[in-house]
């Protein structure tokens, strides 16, 4: 079976852009969840989704934003990138919401000019 | 609100022989999970242990134990018979689900980068 998948792997954007990061999850699972992890630190919650409905959102401005579709992929939104967006895009997936243990992609990553 | 806390940046360990990294976190929860992860210099991320806080048995995967003290928040990864494939970044992480909402709260710490010398 194929592992969680991310793209795009690398980009390039200059600030106040959009960027859009999209993640498949392992076939079977229903929960995607979103982290970013500047470097040098660790993977920092984001957004969890299940299901397709939000079901948990970490300390983030608004500028981020996700959607989860209904063949359970995910799309990660951010609205005028700053310099501080550059990291890392970590994307995961689960079975249920249940087990915890989170399958995570090869991430994406983002750095803003 | 919780917190982890990994307080070895970097470590190394010769081949073959026994490394452990500490980890401790804060919650007021009694009923949580804990986690450790690796991430490789490839960059995924993948599950090394777990350990659900209800159990007092410490978990155990081949070579990969901890050392889970609830009372005083600890919860340390022993890795033996260390081989060059360990060497990685491990982050500690604490896991908190809400039975209701179907929710559930990642924390990670900083993470330690260990390092396996030949």
């Known amino acids: 079976d194929a592992g969680v998948t991310q793209s795009p792997t690398h980009l390039i954007k200059t600030r106040g852009q959009h960027v859009t990061l999209r993640c498949s999850p392992i076939s079977g699972h229903k929960s995607v969840s979103w982290y970013q992890q500047v470097l040098g630190q660790g993977p920092q919650f984001i957004f969890q989704y299940y299901e397709k409905e939000e079901r948990g959102r970490g300390n983030f401005p608004d500028r981020f934003s996700a959607r989860q579709f209904p063949n359970y992929s995910s799309e990660l939104n951010v609205n005028a990138l700053l310099l501080g967006d550059s990291a890392l895009y970590l994307c995961a997936s689960s079975r249920e919401w249940q087990t915890g243990e989170l399958f995570f992609g090869e991430g994406s990553r983002l750095t803003v000019l | 609100a919780q917190t982890v806390t990994q307080s070895q940046p970097e470590m190394s360990v010769q081949e073959a022989e026994t490394v452990t990294l500490s980890c401790t976190y804060d919650t007021s929860e009694n009923n949580y999970y804990l986690f450790w992860y690796k991430q490789p210099p490839s960059r995924q991320m993948i599950l090394v242990i777990r350990?659900?806080?209800?159990?007092?048995q410490n978990a155990t995967e081949n070579r990969f134990s901890v050392n889970f003290q609830k009372a005083a928040k600890s919860f340390s990864l022993k890795i033996s018979d260390s081989q060059l494939g360990d060497t990685a970044m491990y982050f500690c992480a604490f896991m908190k689900r809400s039975p209701t909402s179907g929710t559930y709260k990642y924390i990670f710490g900083t993470g330690t980068r260990l390092k396996v010398l030949a």
């Open positions: 350990q659900e806080a209800y159990k007092q």
